[in-house]
């Protein structure tokens, strides 16, 4: 949506409410697309609209008002929430870098910001797992498959299957090609996760090959039967990507939650431990493991060789999956 008014109007021109100029500006900023990255800024970002209403806020409702100062208490109130373990430091730093951001699709430039998210709360966010993965029981999983089939949901289950089985994002397997999958599978004993990949990978350039065990050959197989006619992934023909993550994967993520699974990407955590396990014959970190200090050598070949298959290029954001070495 274009500006509702003049730039140099009320929230730049974006309408009355803070709440709503917001996310406005971030949709032009993104030219109506990178519909999951404008929600994330536009949640966190009403965050900022509510402490800016509250009573230790500055009783704003206009982003002309907004300044350095305004953003530096707003930086110590979440500081002051860490410190007391209301809120994790990376929430914290996520929600200053969607201010940063919204504040720059409001402004057209970025002359008021927090110059550093870290610096500015005077702690680091440490990347590493603190929390064992949810969804590592293959009974919860199944559970979980069967809770969303009962409730008419096939395509969320199969993509739960992918997630688990494979390690892919949601969007991978939202997007995965499943024929060719399929036939990778039968032919090859292996395959090639490279529809919906994360940034820019994609063809024989970025290979991302996993080998197969029935759970896969079960994943895939169900998914096909998830498969709207006349389509190789889990989205119908007169569909977007955008319907699927409205009206399959938000109604789902309430039966994910109440089966004690916080969202799709724990499964993905859970295929990363399962791995490692299976390459080192030690629990992951997270789960007790003790493999970095009998065996240093092995515990980074098991992360290279996840690192590669969750497809990230470096090996120490494993620790976000796994752990940290213990």
């Given at each position: 949506?274009?500006?509702?008014?003049?730039?140099?109007?009320?929230?730049?021109?974006?309408?009355?409410?803070?709440?709503?100029?917001?996310?406005?500006?971030?949709?032009?900023?993104?030219?109506?697309?990178?519909?999951?990255?404008?929600?994330?800024?536009?949640?966190?970002?009403?965050?900022?609209?509510?402490?800016?209403?509250?009573?230790?806020?500055?009783?704003?409702?206009?982003?002309?008002?907004?300044?350095?100062?305004?953003?530096?208490?707003?930086?110590?109130?979440?500081?002051?929430?860490?410190?007391?373990?209301?809120?994790?430091?990376?929430?914290?730093?996520?929600?200053?870098?969607?201010?940063?951001?919204?504040?720059?699709?409001?402004?057209?430039?970025?002359?008021?910001?927090?110059?550093?998210?870290?610096?500015?709360?005077?702690?680091q966010r440490t990347g590493v797992r603190q929390s064992v993965p949810q969804g590592q029981d293959r009974k919860q999983v199944t559970q979980i498959v069967d809770a969303l089939c009962r409730q008419h949901q096939q395509r969320a289950a199969a993509i739960v299957l992918?997630?688990?089985?494979?390690?892919?994002?949601?969007?991978?397997?939202?997007?995965?090609?499943?024929?060719?999958?399929?036939?990778?599978?039968?032919?090859?004993?292996?395959?090639?996760?490279?529809?919906?990949?994360?940034?820019?990978?994609?063809?024989?350039?970025?290979?991302?090959?996993?080998?197969?065990?029935?759970?896969?050959?079960?994943?895939?197989?169900?998914?096909?039967?998830?498969?709207?006619?006349?389509?190789?992934?889990?989205?119908?023909?007169?569909?977007?990507?955008?319907?699927?993550?409205?009206?399959?994967?938000?109604?789902?993520?309430?039966?994910?939650?109440?089966?004690?699974?916080?969202?799709?990407?724990?499964?993905?955590?859970?295929?990363?431990?399962?791995?490692?396990?299976?390459?080192?014959?030690?629990?992951?970190?997270?789960?007790?493991?003790?493999?970095?200090?009998?065996?240093?050598?092995?515990?980074?070949?098991?992360?290279?060789?996840?690192?590669?298959?969750?497809?990230?290029?470096?090996?120490?954001?494993?620790?976000?999956?796994?752990?940290?070495?213990?």
């Amino acid at each position: 949506m274009a500006l509702v008014g003049r730039r140099d109007g009320r929230n730049f021109g974006y309408g009355r409410q803070l709440s709503y100029a917001g996310p406005q500006a971030l949709k032009d900023m993104f030219g109506g697309g990178h519909y999951g990255t404008v929600k994330a800024h536009s949640d966190r970002w009403q965050a900022f609209v509510k402490w800016c209403r509250s009573e230790q806020g500055p009783g704003i409702n206009d982003a002309r008002q907004i300044d350095r100062k305004v953003l530096a208490d707003y930086a110590a109130c979440l500081r002051e929430l860490v410190r007391h373990s209301d809120l994790a430091v990376s929430t914290a730093q996520n929600r200053l870098s969607s201010v940063n951001r919204t504040m720059a699709a409001l402004r057209g430039d970025q002359c008021v910001k927090v110059p550093s998210p870290s610096k500015a709360l005077g702690m680091q966010r440490t990347g590493v797992r603190q929390s064992v993965p949810q969804g590592q029981d293959r009974k919860q999983v199944t559970q979980i498959v069967d809770a969303l089939c009962r409730q008419h949901q096939q395509r969320a289950a199969a993509i739960v299957l992918l997630a688990r089985a494979t390690g892919m994002r949601l969007r991978e397997a939202i997007l995965a090609d499943l024929p060719r999958l399929s036939r990778e599978a039968k032919e090859l004993g292996r395959i090639n996760i490279q529809d919906g990949t994360k940034g820019g990978r994609a063809g024989a350039s970025a290979p991302r090959w996993i080998a197969v065990d029935d759970h896969i050959r079960g994943a895939l197989g169900f998914a096909r039967q998830a498969s709207p006619a006349d389509s190789r992934n889990l989205i119908a023909l007169h569909e977007s990507y955008l319907n699927v993550l409205q009206e399959v994967i938000r109604p789902a993520r309430d039966i994910l939650h109440a089966h004690n699974l916080k969202g799709f990407h724990e499964l993905r955590a859970a295929y990363a431990c399962e791995c490692y396990e299976q390459i080192t014959q030690h629990p992951a970190p997270i789960n007790g493991g003790k493999c970095c200090q009998v065996n240093r050598n092995l515990d980074r070949e098991a992360r290279r060789r996840i690192s590669y298959e969750l497809g990230h290029g470096r090996i120490d954001v494993l620790a976000a999956y796994i752990g940290g070495p213990s």
